[in-house]
Nanobody
Framework: QVQLVESGGGLVQAGGSLRLSCVASGSIFSINGMGWYRQAPGKQREWVASITRGGTTNYADSVKGRFTISRDNAKNTTYLQMNSLKPEGTAVYYC??????????WGQGTRVTVSS
């Protein structure tokens, strides 16, 4: 079992920045990669960014160049630095841990509101 706890959400003006954190606990040795998803009001959940165990990162086109995903293995923490936030970035952001052979683990989400 893996437990994920996100933090760092809040209210920010358009153009501002936030850093989300996701702390993993439990069977962290089983985690292959980490990622962030988001779900805006009335919309489907969408992938935002991911990072592999080796540190390879990938981003959705909508956030490329503005968001940065990183991980601190010593702290079992994955971050999502979000710069130049836009109102359409308003969503609940979820941390996800990929584990071989089973469904991914999800955090409870942290809400981000970007005001125009």
């Amino acid at each position: 079992q893996v437990q994920l706890v996100e933090s760092g959400g809040g209210l920010v003006q358009a153009g501002g920045s936030l850093r989300l954190s996701c702390v993993a606990s439990g069977s962290i040795f089983s985690i292959n990669g980490m990622g962030w998803y988001r779900q805006a009001p009335g919309k489907q959940r969408e992938w935002v960014a991911s990072i592999t165990r080796g540190g390879t990162t990938n981003y959705a086109d909508s956030v490329k160049g503005r968001f940065t995903i990183s991980r601190d293995n010593a702290k079992n923490t994955t971050y999502l630095q979000m710069n130049s936030l836009k109102p359409e970035g308003t969503a609940v952001y979820y941390c996800v841990a990929g584990v071989a052979g089973r469904d991914a683990y999800w955090g409870q989400g942290t809400r981000v509101t970007v005001s125009s």
